[in-house]
């Protein structure tokens, strides 16, 4: 037999044998597909909105546990900034209008003590967005006192803004608002995050991302809104790039778990708890907590090797400053830490 012959009939033989993109062999790194976004069980508009956190607002729609629901949500202002504007229209900007929000949805089973489940299937693009310093509002208000405005053309696919001639900033887009009704008629503001959830302003909870909402009210009555194309951690100058959203989300009552008395989220690669505070200090102190009770629950570790694992593998992340009377810390334990 030729040698030739035979050396290229061995090496056919062992390629064939080596698993290929097409066909992954389990555990390999990347995934075996993208992820497919659920056909829809429900639709809400731009228009079925609200701007306040209450047990007393009605829904705009029932459904049950299981289901997957596409919305459109609006941009911050309500419709008070659009494309191309300029700094001067902020001196009429009204507060009042803020935060219009897609929802209540009333989950049917959900009991005060539940927890609802909220996975992110899709969060994109569809128009223009802006960012804006506001006199009186920002993390820096003492300093930047003089109103600033930017808009930014996008839609759907695109993956970075121009910032300027070099800078250029990457799109990641994600609900700045989501929430369950608290268990009070009171309405409030939308502005501070709190136990419900609401202005968590948080970047990694992106498309793919599950968010685990404490129940507070039968229904939970969960909204959505204020989308951001993008934001760094702390939101430190009061606003991201706010741009209306198309989203598709699915939500699930748990039942006869474990009680998280704040949101949780995770994604592929980690967990994450939330906690709101009135200082960065005390929002941290209590995110730590919470990890730890995570670890002890689910982890079966005691309290002392959880608050050490806790020193040796949590990130601790300062998702926003500015969204006064609270701050929002969360803390992020990897999944491969883990063993999960």
Request: charged fraction near 20%; hydrophobic fraction near 40%; glycine fraction near 8%.
């Amino acid at each position: 037999m030729n040698a030739n012959f035979f050396l290229s009939g061995l090496l056919l033989m062992l390629f064939a044998c080596e698993p290929t993109a097409s066909t992954p062999e389990v555990g390999d790194d990347e995934p075996v597909s993208e992820a497919v976004t659920p056909e829809a069980d429900f639709y809400l508009t731009a228009e079925q909105t609200h701007n306040k956190f209450s047990a007393t607002i009605p829904p705009v729609i029932t459904v049950p546990s299981g289901s997957v629901i596409d919305v459109y949500t609006q941009e911050a202002s309500a419709g008070q900034i659009s494309c191309g504007d300029g700094p001067e229209v902020l001196a009429d900007l009204k507060f009042e209008p803020i935060h219009p929000l897609t929802g209540p949805v009333y989950v049917e089973g959900a009991e005060p003590g539940d927890v609802l489940k909220v996975k992110l299937h899709k969060v994109e693009l569809t128009e223009c967005g802006w960012n804006s310093i506001l006199p009186g509002f920002g993390f820096l208000a003492d300093q930047f006192t003089e109103p600033y405005l930017r808009t930014y053309e996008m839609e759907s696919g695109d993956t970075h803004i121009q910032f300027n001639d070099k800078i250029q900033v990457p799109l990641n887009p994600f609900p700045g608002v989501m929430g369950v009704a608290p268990a009070t008629e009171e309405m409030l503001s939308t502005i501070p995050p709190r136990e419900n959830g609401g202005n968590m302003d948080d970047p990694h909870m992106v498309e793919g991302t599950t968010i685990y909402f404490p129940v507070f009210v039968e229904g939970a009555l969960f909204s959505i809104g204020d989308a951001h194309a993008t934001q760094g951690m702390g939101e430190v100058c009061g606003t991201a790039i706010e741009a209306p959203m198309h989203i598709v989300y699915e939500v699930e009552v748990l039942k006869d778990g474990r009680s998280i008395p704040e949101p949780e989220y995770e994604a592929d690669d980690y967990y994450a708890v939330t906690a709101i505070g009135t200082t960065v200090d005390e929002a941290a102190k209590k995110a730590v907590e919470y990890m730890v009770n995570y670890l002890v629950a689910e982890h079966q570790l005691n309290r002392n090797e959880a608050y050490a694992l806790c020193s040796l593998a949590g990130d601790l992340k300062i998702a926003e400053v500015v969204d006064v009377p609270n701050m929002l810390v969360a803390m992020h334990m990897s999944k491969e830490v883990l063993g999960i």
